[in-house]
């Protein structure tokens, strides 16, 4: 099983819509979470972090859920832009902060 | 601007040739990392630096060797390119953050082909 799990996609969705991801970790050790997002050809750039409160940037809404060991990223009002691909990052704090990142799931936005 | 600046975007190599990835970051970041990128797999961790003259094996060491001589410059090897290490490498960066790896700034990536 991989340490970090996601549907590779793609989700292609309308402009407008909602779309949300999900991601699983096997590690219960894992103790910060993070949201990596990726141009095509280009180098991954930080989303945002994910803290067991939840939190919302803008149209961005990243979830914990320790007890089933996933993570979730909500986007809301698509748009364009937001055509990425989505890397889902643990941090496993027991090896020294080692982060391990998932696959990534591709999202395609169409006018 | 926070700027990893890998030397070279893309490579073009013969199996067995020796090849350098070189890495330089401008952030005085304590914390650089190699990784590589292949589809369906991800990014997976080759080697990573904590400090200078210091080197830990990430997930894929095998075939390659890293220095880091120079706080800001982190340096991948490949003593012998096999055509199994095309891919794309990314380098990255961080500052240690509380409890481990605070945010990563990468490079653009150097795409590598072994012939």
């Known amino acids: 099983r991989k340490e970090v799990e996601q549907d590779p996609g793609p989700f292609n969705v309308p402009e407008g819509a909602t779309v949300a991801f999900n991601c699983t970790y096997s590690n219960s050790a894992s103790q910060s979470f993070f949201w990596y997002r990726q141009d095509c050809r280009k180098e991954p750039k930080l989303l945002m972090s994910?803290?067991?409160s939840g939190n919302e940037d803008g149209r961005f809404t990243a979830q914990l859920n320790r007890a089933s060991q996933y993570i979730s990223l909500l986007i809301r009002d698509s748009k364009l832009s937001d055509s990425a691909t989505y890397l889902c990052v643990v941090n496993l704090y027991n090896q020294g902060g080692k982060l391990i990142f998932g696959q990534g799931t591709e999202l395609s936005v169409k006018p | 601007d926070v700027k990893v600046t890998q030397s070279s975007r893309y490579l073009v190599k013969r199996t067995g040739e020796k090849v350098f990835l070189e890495c330089v970051q401008d952030?005085?970041?304590?914390?650089m990392f190699w990784y590589r990128q292949d589809p369906g797999l991800g990014l997976r961790l080759i080697y990573f630096?904590?400090?200078?003259?210091?080197?830990e094996k990430g997930d894929i060491p095998e075939g390659y060797s890293v220095s880091r001589e120079k706080k800001e410059r982190f340096s991948l090897i490949l003593e012998s390119a096999s055509t199994n290490q095309t891919s794309m490498y990314l380098c990255?960066?961080?500052?240690?953050?509380?409890?481990?790896?605070?945010?990563?700034?990468f490079g653009e990536g150097s795409r590598l082909t072994v012939l």
């Open positions: 990255a960066s961080s500052s240690p953050g509380l409890g481990g790896t605070g945010e990563l700034f």
């Open positions: 630096s904590y400090d200078v003259k210091m080197k």
């Open positions: 994910v803290y067991s």
């Open positions: 952030m005085d970041h304590e914390n």
